[in-house]
Each structure stands twice: as structure tokens, then as C-alpha cells.
Nanobody
């Protein structure tokens, strides 16, 4: 079982930037799809971004052009660079791992992922 630990959340003003990190332990990191989701108060957890083992990247429409997901397989770490943050980006951000599968996804649901981190709070003030 892969364990995930997020870091990098905090309070930032609108227009600012944050970089989230997610360190993974266990499993073979390079073979897995890694994702970021977020959950705002009173709302369902929603997809933000994902990166596949082949290096493909996918984004929710709401963050395209502002957020960038990347991975460092040597460090077993996935990152989420968030720029031009808006108050609507305020949420708990979760890292997730989808274990190696021959099924190729281009859309991502919470049920597609096998293990989750504990989450990190991101608050964007207006």
C-alpha cells in the first residue's frame, strides 16, 4: 500500500501562488498515475489534475492555464504548482495514487484512485 503525505498548503492572497508537494512511500512510484483532487466545504471532492506513468498530464477546465502538475520519479514526489489563485480555489487538496493498470484513463474520478493522502488546506483570500 502506497502512503502519501501532502505539504505546502497555506493562506495566500488572490493572484498569488503556492506549490503543493506529495511524497509517496511504498510501491513503484514511476508506474503509478498520480492525481490531485480538492474538496471545498459542503461540496464533493473534485478532480484537479493528474499525471500518468508515461508523463501525460490532465487538468480540470477550472484550473487549466493556472495549475501545473509534475512528478519527480527519483524523489517519489508529485507537485502541483498553483498560480493566479482565486478565492474559489479554497479547499482541502488531496493527493491520490492510482496503481499500475493497463486501462488508460483520460478522465479521472475519485473511484479510479486506490490510496489518498490526508489533505492540505489551501485558503485564498480576496
Amino acid at each position: 500500500q502506497v502512503q502519501l503525505v501532502e505539504s505546502g498548503g497555506g493562506l495566500v492572497q488572490a493572484g498569488g501562488s503556492l506549490r503543493l508537494s506529495c511524497a509517496a512511500s511504498g510501491g513503484i512510484f514511476s508506474r503509478n498515475t498520480m492525481g490531485w483532487f480538492r474538496q471545498a466545504p459542503g461540496k464533493e471532492r473534485e478532480f484537479v489534475a493528474a499525471t500518468t506513468r508515461s508523463g501525460g498530464t490532465y487538468y480540470a477546465d477550472s484550473v487549466k492555464g493556472r495549475f501545473t502538475i509534475s512528478r519527480d520519479n527519483a524523489k517519489n514526489t508529485v507537485y502541483l504548482q498553483m498560480n493566479s489563485l482565486k478565492p474559489v480555489d479554497t479547499a482541502v487538496y488531496y493527493c491520490a495514487v492510482r496503481y499500475f493498470s493497463s486501462v488508460v484513463l483520460t478522465t479521472f474520478r475519485t473511484s479510479d484512485f486506490n490510496s489518498w493522502g490526508q489533505g492540505t488546506q489551501v485558503t485564498v483570500s480576496s
